[in-house]
């Protein structure tokens, strides 16, 4: 079995949680792929490795059984770019704060990696947003697990964003900018604007506007087998266009495609870690606040 391993960076404190990790790896004769910044770190550190090879894109994952994210969320969203095309499953194991997607806590990482050799697991697939127009952009993966967001630049000044459904026309957004989120996004940017938390299962994306100036507009559910398309305006000719962590200056007179991409992207889980445990855990549900 192959076995990759990705992170943004890997601190001290984590080498306690991982080299016995890596022994397990090495007695269960798993080959370990490593993230190349990732393994400069752990040498420095002074960790034990198993057999290993490095990898610094996702056309080096071949055959890779599980790819582990260490690090946050956005340390996971990272990792849509190296796997969502091949199908590997993810499993995030959580060095940050929140984690509702790297929902394996780093004390539990070698027994989570111990029993998905054991194939005590399950595959949960997420669905994807695909930007189709204009070609070229975020050209190895225009892909998001969360959401595409339009932003307005640093001004005062609000962007108009003309909204459309397979050619159909919606609105005319006067805001900041715009979010398209997937059920998985629902509980992160979308939500901190005022968008709903959608269960993950659900074939829906959510349209959020940012700040609108009109106070009728509201987060718009809509199916998720359709086109969406975008048009911008603005008095400066150009705005920020997000996917996930990544993000471009584009010229408003581009006209932004998007859909649910044909496959998903594939999420390690194990028992206790449905859905519904991850929001009451996280965001504090059922808990009596008054004490």
Known sequence: MRIAIYSRQFGKELVPHFSSMFTMLSMQNVE????????KELKDLGIDLPEHTSFNSGADLKDVSLLISIGGDGTLLDTVELTAERGTPVLGINTGRLGFLSNTQVEDAEDAVSAFLKGEHSIEERSLLRLTSPEGLFEHAPLALNEIAIHKHDTSSMITIHAYLDDKFLNSYWADGL?????TGSTAYSLSCGGPIIDPRSKSFVITPIAPHNLNVRPFVVRDNGEITLKVEGREGSYLLSMDSRSVDLD???ELKICRNDSGMNLVTFEGQDFLNTLRQKLSWGLDQRN
């Open 252 to 254: 408003e007179n581009i």
């Open 179 to 183: 979010i398209i989120s997937t059920p």
């Open 32 to 39: 370990v792929w490593i993230w190349e910044n990732t393994l």
